[in-house]
């Protein structure tokens, strides 16, 4: 585990190799997050106004909350850093990256394109493949719905149609533009069951509670969440933050940040499924 002192002294050992010549141009260069994190006295993270529960700006009083923002907080406290915020958009945080105006942003899939161009942490919290179906429905399992008179809706090219084409290429799957345009489907009596990553699944069900029942097929499957970082020879930046993630998520925090914050969308602690893991 590097703590904050190994942290310090890591930053100091690499500015000095690199002072002394013996890391050379590129050493240089793949050293520059560390160097820049420290020297700064700031974290620089990406922020979504919209994004409740990850982020989300709020219009009145302009304060930030979600639990990523809990998260690099206590990230930056840890460090001894002052937390800077660049607001951006999902699209744009793997360009606020690369382009190095961002030390690291949390809410990112690590998908093959993505990889392709930044690197990635260890998942920061696994969330779940969930239907919500209609009470009628009694499937219990990824075979109960892979059934050919199941109808299963979902956005077309996202991660839930993976899943479903993965586990239930039986079932009828309507691919739809948007996940609202499969919700307005369920409602509407086209589809029997949304597929839909946890999170998601809790925030549509505390808005409308008669829309359906919460359904986790087992075995259970899921997406993953991580932090993504601008790519460099150097991995000691990214190393440090792996290294916090994994304690906090051991220790608890992470889960009670996840939880805390589901409340942005209405979703109570109590409306968690039994045994929730991250």
Known sequence: MITRRTFGK???ATALGASAGT????GARA??????????GTLRIGSIADGAPYYQKSLSDGKWRGFYIDICQKLADDLGLKLTLLETTWGNSVLDLQADKIDVFFGLNPTPERQKVIDFSEPVFKNSFTFIAKKSVTAKTWDDFNKPDMRIGVDAG???DAAVTRHAPNAQISRLKTASDVTAALQAGRVDAQCLVLVLALSLRAKNRSIGELIIPTP????TSN???RREEDQSWREFVNSWIIKHRDNGFIKSAITRNMELVGVKESDFPPGFEI
């Open 23 to 26: 890391l050379g141009i590129t």
């Open 227 to 229: 932090a993504g970082f």
């Open 31 to 40: 050293a520059s997050s560390l160097e820049r994190v420290k020297a700064s």
């Open 220 to 223: 259970v499957d899921f997406t």
């Open 10 to 12: 890591l930053v100091g």
């Open 158 to 160: 996202s991660s839930h």
